[in-house]
């Protein structure tokens, strides 16, 4: 499907394929048939058609953080004084062109945000945040700040399990 839609469930294979697909991104296609119990040719169609309806959307390499970087990771809850839809997107906006800003997520609760944020020092952190709280277009009420100090597991991929395991 051209348009990215997800017309089926996926099954055991195809479970099998992402996570394998999320550990090495770079496997050859030849390894992959023999951990799935797949030939070659099957294989590779499965790939092409979980790529062609977004189960796989990109791939990438995952950096080493300590090996490239001094900077300081932080993580942000964020409170909106005003939750229109309108309000949102304009902070959503905001966040997205953010090149600090590694993840983001949209949550229930108290706070209206949760922020992974990347800056190679405490001050560039604050100027940060300080402009989202002193932009008027923007309804920023708080942000309430923790530094993390050494990860202890860091993200690994997305379990996936097949529609019949449920």
């Keep these: 499907m051209a348009d990215g839609t997800k017309s089926r469930k996926l099954d055991q294979i195809d479970a099998k394929i992402l996570t ?9 296609n030849q390894r992959l048939s023999e951990l799935v119990g797949l030939s070659p040719r099957p294989c590779l169609e499965r790939v092409n058609r979980l790529e062609r309806e977004s189960y796989i959307r990109r791939y990438m390499a995952i950096v080493d953080f300590k090996a490239v970087s001094g ?7 964020i409170t909106l004084r005003d ?3 309108a309000a949102q997107a304009a902070f959503d906006k905001v966040l997205r062109a953010c ?9 229930s609760g108290q706070i209206d945000y949760v922020a992974r944020i990347v800056c190679p020092s405490l ?7 300080a402009s989202w709280i002193d932009d008027p277009r923007l309804p920023v009420a708080r942000i309430s700040t923790s530094i993390v100090l050494s990860p202890v597991r860091e993200f690994g991929g997305y ?7 449920g």
């Design 71 to 77: 900077q300081t990771t932080f993580f942000a809850e």
């Design 83 to 85: 939750q229109t839809q």
């Design 123 to 129: 001050d560039r952190y604050r100027e940060l945040t």
């Design 159 to 165: 379990p996936v399990t097949a529609a019949d395991e």
């Design 20 to 28: 394998i697909l999320q550990s090495d991104g770079r496997i050859t």
């Design 99 to 107: 090149p600090e800003v590694i993840d983001c997520y949209l949550v």
